[in-house]
């Protein structure tokens, strides 16, 4: 026996055919994403319990584990601003924005947009010049090429000149209102 919802219930969820795999793909990469940064957060950790056991049991602490801390930290940091925190997730002070009607903080919005985009998109050619340039350098205790360690924070400027154009794309839209 099939169970048919009613014909108005019926028409209000999309049908299966004209659903799009955009959002199931984005979803998944979403998700890889955030088990990346979880991974580089378990790192992190290991070698900081690493560093406190050779530290304080063996008496003879192990350099390596500090450049591994600090790598992972400042990957852990512009990975997931770049790639899984929503803007509206960051750190803000919105007391004048919140303060003002709905209009108003559209035009806030726009601007703040805006010049975060045309800020980074200025800064990307340089941001990528210098970590080429670093490809010459390695770090001191694993030998890692700096350009591979910097590289995080191009993926950094352009997930946030990506992140800024969807949000414009967005506030001048007809369903502004919901990114307000």
């Known amino acids: 026996m099939k169970i048919v919802p009613p014909p108005e219930e019926a028409a209000k969820r999309p049908s299966r055919r004209t659903h799009s795999v955009g959002p199931g793909l984005l979803a998944h990469l979403h998700r890889i994403a955030e088990l990346i940064s979880a991974a580089l957060f378990a790192a992190m950790l290991a070698a900081f319990l690493i560093q406190v056991f050779t530290r304080y049991v063996l008496d003879d602490p192990a350099s390596w584990t500090l450049e591994v801390c600090s ?18 997730q960051h750190i803000t002070f919105d007391m004048l924005y919140k303060s003002v009607n709905p209009r108003r903080r559209r035009v ?21 010049d210098y970590i080429a340039f670093m490809s010459k ?29 969807l949000r414009l794309r967005r506030l001048f839209g007809r369903e502004w209102e919901k990114e307000i």
């Open 71 to 88: 790598i992972t930290y400042v990957w852990i940091v512009f990975f997931a601003s770049a790639v899984i925190v929503d803007q509206r």
């Open 108 to 128: 806030f919005a726009v601007i703040t947009a805006a010049v975060i985009l045309v800020m980074f998109a200025v800064g990307l050619p340089g941001t990528i």
């Open 137 to 165: 350098k390695y770090s001191l205790m694993l030998h890692i090429r700096m350009d591979i360690l910097y590289s995080c924070f191009g993926l950094f400027v352009i997930g946030a000149i990506v992140a800024s154009a």
